[in-house]
């Protein structure tokens, strides 16, 4: 990318962000949001990313002033489909014997919020919103048995992967209205557009709601790799093969024995 299209790029992002972030502004009665960032760069030596989301709660009439409310943010993101195999033991071997594509999956899971979620509203509001891991709602063709223990190995794997988490007590309010967190971004996160969402919650109802938008993207000679491999499979994995064959050339060279 010159460097021309690079600054066109950014304009866009700042002007989308600057438009989000005005819109929700005036759109919730009692809520103002915002985080620290709206573009996360991953280049070769990213080790991941602390990201702080805060916001305020606005006194109006729709909001009692003498009790904070409950704050819940979660931040989720890219969708994509998932092969998930189902490995059985057979004739002391281990093989897999069924694989599901599951659809619409997240790439990335974070909640967190000011005291337990189960205290601040009822469960069908929780499933609703999506909040928490195991009410992520997935896709496949199988029945709902099957589906759920699919749906059990990719939360497991993610949470493995420090992709998934579950929602921590981890929303602290300053003063009277102000509140932030900080979510973890671990260095293989997927690449892609994120939500970023914030709810207000009083006496188990939602009050307001906003989101903002938040863009990981590959930056330098990672992002030419990247590319390259997305558009280009089959040349890339030739690629891979020749540096392989000629890194173990070089390693049996510097090491051979005369």
Known sequence: MT???FLQHLTFLAGLTIGTAASSAFAAGSLVT???????SVTSDFTGADLLLFGSVRDD???????????IVVVRGPQKNVTVRK???VAGIWVNTESVEVRKVP??????????????????????LRIGPNRLVFQTDVGKREAASFKEAIIRQQGQSELYTSVTPTVHF???SLFRTTIHFPANVPVGNYTAEFYLFQDKELISAQSSPLF???????RQIFDFAQNYPTLHGIAAILVALFA???????????
């Open 216 to 222: 990981i993207k590959k930056f330098g000679l990672g």
């Open 61 to 71: 009439e729709s909001f009692k002033t003498d009790e904070l409310g409950d704050i």
């Open 34 to 40: 915002d985080i620290s960032s709206h573009l996360i």
């Open 248 to 258: 173990g050339w070089v390693a049996s060279a510097l090491f051979r024995k005369d």
């Open 3 to 5: 460097l021309p299209r």
């Open 174 to 176: 300053l003063g009277p």
């Open 107 to 128: 790439g990335f899971y974070a909640a967190a919020s000011n005291r337990p979620v189960d205290e601040i509203t009822t469960p069908d509001t929780l499933d609703r």
């Open 87 to 89: 490995k059985e033991r």
